[in-house]
């Protein structure tokens, strides 16, 4: 296996997931709050796309899904279209609202730019540095499993949610 042919398969992965915590699930269901300040379904499955997509274009040099594609106008959220949700408040994770529908078509969408992307990654890829803002500065590689990391744990988080349905 090489390590495209991995990365593939981990971001297959989460696409598997965003689908189950998803499918079925009413836009009442997607926004469910277990108390004043947790997050919803709706907001973290938006939210870790958000985050897969804004990563992989940067990383990529590519535009976002979000913005190149029109997700953005189709949600229609009263949110900068730049947002990824990061350092959201309560009041903000209230304003992400979609139908499941949206979701995992905005998921695909990004699934698929990133797909096409990583598949043609090599190992020498993989070393080249894309943020230099850390120490020791970030690489392709460890940016990837970053992003990967971060989407699985917020599908973990809301498949948790689905659980209390």
Not at 62 to 81: N, S, Y
Request: aromatic share 6%; hydrophobic share 40%; no cysteine.
């Amino acid at each position: 296996m090489t390590s495209a042919e991995l990365l593939v398969d981990a971001f297959g992965r989460v696409q598997e997931e965003v689908h189950a915590v998803v499918n079925g699930l009413s836009p009442e269901d997607l926004t469910l709050r277990v108390n004043d300040k947790a997050n919803t379904i709706a907001w973290l499955v938006w939210h870790l796309t958000r985050v897969q997509d804004d990563h992989i274009a940067d990383a990529a040099g590519i535009p976002q899904v979000w913005t190149g594609e029109g997700w953005a106008d189709r949600f229609g959220l009263p949110l900068d279209p730049t947002d990824t949700g990061y350092g959201h408040t309560a009041k903000q994770v209230a304003k992400v609202q979609a139908t499941a529908e949206l979701l995992t078509g905005y998921h695909d969408a990004t699934h698929e730019q990133t797909i096409q992307y990583v598949r043609t990654l090599t190992n020498k890829d993989l070393e080249r540095i894309v943020d230099e803002s850390w120490d020791p500065p970030v690489t392709l590689g460890v940016r990837l499993i970053s992003v990967i990391s971060d989407v699985l744990q917020h599908t973990g988080q809301a498949a948790f949610v689905r659980g209390l349905l």
